[in-house]
């Protein structure tokens, strides 16, 4: 059998065949059939080259962009630099709260507590020593729990990123400060060790309550040095680092241990404590000292900080020391009292929120509780809640009464009335016929209380209730006696205030001065004459209407052992149930309700607010003299009559009430 040519040797022998371009063109095919191909590994290999190229080139402008405004990085700032402290003191001089940044000592990692080291390692960077910066195993973690739970819940973020981030840059969720964050983790594991970056780390990182740094977190929540932290202390602090505003302890104890039993849980899974220990350790939950509750004073500090804003607006961004009103032990009777009420009565009767507002009679704030847990809800109802005050708002209308002529021993009929088909009625549906004015007063009859309205004068009333000190619209509706136009309860105080000095302006206050922390004045109070808003004979029938009202009247669970001037007030369905009133010491309003409007269950102004001003009055009044009604009233009509005696009789007021308040 003869053999096939090769298709090389073929292509020569068709090309030697040929003749003229034919041949030629032959050669040529031979040739390309024969030549060798160019390797495509070369190809693949020059490609890349030239992406890489380009790459780096795209990088370098990217790093320039990224590096063109970053932070000077050789001079740290130092932590919470830029945050204003404010020191609030109360009228004795003691500290209420300290706002802004707080550091301690400052403390090497290696003089930490292993259990607090292992504590941040566990739940916050556990390759910390292995990693140059970036953890990329947990940064992979974080993102497949992150799209495995449809929502960003982890962070990935190692310490030394974290200590980037609180340095140098903002907390702005950005591709752009997130890229520049990596850029600084790497420049800070390039200049310092690991336990310089650790050390760094833990005196810089902020606690919450203003705390920065370990030790002053450590002093502020639990009374020492970070040096001694225990095992649960450790965890908790370690914990805080995740959400430090919501989570500080002395504002969210619950919510702080719940966090450290998070902690203590990732030290067992990193060998750091074994299970045993660790369940053990969960059951044992460390002291926190200064835990805000109800009865802390966070409701009165946080009303005096937006007044200082708007009395000094001058000192925004300095630091400062403001003096108040408040009287501690005031405060913690008005606390105590509504919490005692809210978790008793309240509890049975579905009252779940109350407030408190404690005047002396020239409008000194000396004790304010805006709700029964502040720790839960830092929503202060005793100055931004607008509730209706019920018959407690019948104070203006009596008022305008009886400066319009009326005297408390006219007879009314009440009856059934009808006003451009409008009819009130009274809270027990009933009609009593005719009786004296002091007397519808003191039940709270509605019939009489609009016809007394009606005869002085919708605009007066109105008009009475702005000169005494309600801030928000009143207008002069039929139903206006009844308390259907909402008020603020610190706006309520100050108008039975006004009653019980003896007719003066008595505008609500806390703030006697504000200084800059080196004594700078920068806001004094200057006390002005009292202006008379209603006239002294005015005053004294009202004041004994008010007294019978709790004598004999609706008020009955508002007496106590000295004279008391007062009135109730329930809204409709019992949504807002009031007492206002003053001994011849202190005026104070209660409310209490609920934050939706829900009705309570039969509670009138009478019931629990009474009784709950009756537990916070004893209380606030132990040790004082009995005194009768309007007793101060001769201070301030004297005054009011001299302006030259007026320094002298001031310093007497303040004297006789700095001696009240702090018995000498």
Do not use: C
């Amino acid at each position: 059998m003869s053999k096939k040519p090769t298709p090389k040797k073929h292509a020569k022998k068709l090309a030697a065949k040929a003749k003229g371009p034919a041949r030629k063109k032959l050669a040529v095919q031979s040739e390309e059939t024969t030549a060798p191909k160019k390797p495509r590994v070369k190809r693949v290999i020059y490609g890349l080259s030239v992406a890489s190229v380009w790459a780096f080139m795209l990088g370098l402008v990217t790093l320039a962009f990224l590096a063109l405004d970053l932070p000077d990085l050789d001079n740290l700032p130092a932590p919470g630099a830029a945050d204003q402290a404010v020191v609030i003191k109360a009228a004795n001089g003691a500290t209420l709260v300290t706002q802004g940044p707080i550091y301690g000592d400052w403390i090497r990692a290696s003089e930490a507590p292993d259990a607090l080291v292992r504590a941040f390692m566990a739940v916050e960077d556990r390759h910390f020593f292995e990693h140059g910066g970036i953890d990329f195993r947990g940064l992979a973690r974080a993102v497949l729990s992150n799209v495995q739970a449809g929502r960003v819940r982890a962070g990935g973020s190692t310490i030394t990123q974290q200590l980037a981030k609180n340095l140098f840059l903002s907390n702005e969720r950005t591709l752009k400060r997130k890229a520049q964050e990596l850029l600084l983790a790497f420049w800070l594991e390039q200049k310092f060790t690991k336990e310089q970056i650790l050390t760094l780390y833990l005196n810089r990182v902020y606690f919450g309550g203003g705390a920065y740094g370990i030790d002053a977190a450590s002093r502020k929540f639990f009374g020492h040095s970070a040096t001694t932290l225990s095992v649960a202390e450790s965890a908790m602090l370690a914990g805080l680092v995740k959400a430090p505003s919501s989570l500080a302890p002395h504002i969210n104890p619950e919510g702080a241990w719940t966090r450290a039993q998070v902690v203590l849980s990732a030290m067992a899974n990193t060998r750091a404590l074994t299970q045993e220990a660790a369940e053990k350790i969960k059951g044992q939950p460390p002291r926190i000292i200064g835990t805000v509750s109800g009865r802390d004073v966070r409701y009165f500090t946080d009303w005096v900080l937006t007044e200082a804003d708007r009395v000094a607006a001058g000192s925004r961004g300095k630091s400062l020391v403001i003096y108040t009103t408040l009287d501690p032990g005031v405060q913690r009777a008005a606390a105590m009292a509504l919490e005692r009420g809210l978790r008793n009565e309240g509890a049975k009767r579905g009252a779940t929120q109350g407030a408190i507002v404690a005047l002396d009679h020239d409008g000194a704030v000396r004790g304010m509780v805006g709700g029964f847990d502040y720790g839960k809800s830092q929503y202060n109802r005793a100055v931004q809640a607008l509730r209706q005050p019920g018959s407690a708002f019948k104070l203006f209308s009596y008022l305008a009464g009886l400066e319009a002529g009326i005297e408390p021993d006219d007879k009314y009929i009440d009856h059934e009335i009808n006003i451009d088909g409008w009819s009130p009625k009274n809270y027990t549906g009933l009609f009593s016929g005719e009786m004296e004015v002091r007397e519808a007063f003191a039940r709270s009859i509605n019939t009489v209380a609009v016809q007394v309205s009606e005869q002085a004068g919708r605009e007066r009333v109105a008009g009475m209730a702005k000169r005494l000190g309600i801030s928000t619209p009143v207008m002069p509706l039929a139903s206006l006696p009844l308390g259907t136009e909402e008020v603020k309860l610190l706006d309520l105080a100050g108008a039975y205030a006004a009653v019980a000095n003896g007719g003066f302006e008595a505008h609500p206050y806390g703030i006697v001065e504000i200084t800059t922390l080196e004594g700078q004045v920068v806001y004094r109070r200057t006390p002005m004459n009292p202006r008379a808003v209603l006239t002294h004979k005015v005053v004294e029938e009202m004041a004994d209407m008010l007294k019978g009202a709790v004598e004999w009247g609706s008020g009955k669970n508002a007496r106590i052992d000295r004279p008391v001037g007062g009135k109730t007030g329930t809204s409709q369905d019992s949504r807002d149930a009031v007492f206002a009133g003053f001994t011849s010491d202190m005026t104070a309003a209660v409310w209490v309700g609920n934050d939706d409007s829900t009705p309570m269950k039969g509670v009138t102004g009478g019931s629990l607010p009474a009784r709950v001003w009756a537990d916070f009055m004893i209380e606030a009044h132990a040790g004082a003299p009995v005194r009768p009604l309007l007793a101060d009233s001769s201070l301030f009509m004297a005054a009011a009559r001299d302006e030259d005696k007026h320094e002298d009789l001031k310093k007497q007021k303040k004297k006789s009430f700095l001696s009240r308040l702090f018995g000498n």
